[in-house]
């Protein structure tokens, strides 16, 4: 297969990690977590122990190496060499990622780290604005989405199974909030681009999923 650069773009909870790890797995592409890389910097801002600011996120970020490594079909994510990927899958992490997002100085430094990335291999890369903004190049572009109910019930599914104790209310009202925030963001915003394919998957399986960015990548 030549080369092929995939970007799939949705909102929180749509389950793009979970189909787009294995859609890259077996298209032996590298698979590429924009949305691990903010929750990183959110990682490291908590880690500072102080009022959460804009001034403070933007501090952190300067000097930040976040690392991805993808290998047998996970990806694993470093901050300065230490590895968070389960620490940046929390409530704490989940409340305070969409500010981290929205500033530029934060965008500007994970989205060159993001292009790098995307140079070399195919790769298959998801998160907010991949296909607007990060690679609007690419060869292959899928909005994925799903109902609000729909994605409060998995993640609230997640969250149970980590050990976290989440009111599912709540977690709708969380939801609801980051794509509001997400969606009117002034730098780049959560939004569908024109030439990408909508997948609602509100009533699919994860492997029906996966089957249909398998499908689209052909």
């Known amino acids: 297969m030549k080369k092929l650069v995939v970007a799939i773009d949705g909102p929180a909870g749509a389950g793009k990690s979970t189909v787009a790890q294995i859609a890259a797995k077996k298209l032996g592409f590298t698979y590429i977590d924009t949305g691990a890389m903010y929750r990183a910097v959110a990682w490291k801002t908590l880690q500072q122990k102080k009022e959460i600011t804009d001034e403070l996120i933007v501090e952190v970020v300067k000097d930040i190496k976040v690392r991805l490594q993808y290998a047998d079909g996970a990806t694993k994510v ?27 100085p934060v965008r500007e430094k994970m989205v060159a780290q993001q292009r790098e990335m995307a140079e070399n291999d195919s790769v298959l ?75 609602d998957t509100s009533d699919m399986s994860i492997d029906e999923v996966v089957q249909a960015i398998l499908d689209r990548c052909k």
């Open 78 to 104: 470093f901050v300065d060499d230490y590895e968070v990927t389960g620490e940046i899958r929390t409530p704490e992490i989940n409340a305070i990622v969409s500010q981290v997002a929205a500033l530029g």
């Open 125 to 199: 890369m998801d998160g907010r604005d991949i296909a607007t903004n990060v690679l609007p190049n690419a060869d292959v572009k899928i909005f994925l989405t799903a109902s609000i109910e729909e994605r409060a019930r998995r993640r609230f599914k997640e969250m149970q199974e980590k050990g976290f104790s989440v009111e599912f209310e709540k977690l709708k009202a969380d939801i609801a909030a980051r794509d509001k925030a997400d969606s009117e963001r002034e730098i780049s915003p959560l939004v569908q681009a024109e030439d990408a394919e909508l997948l």
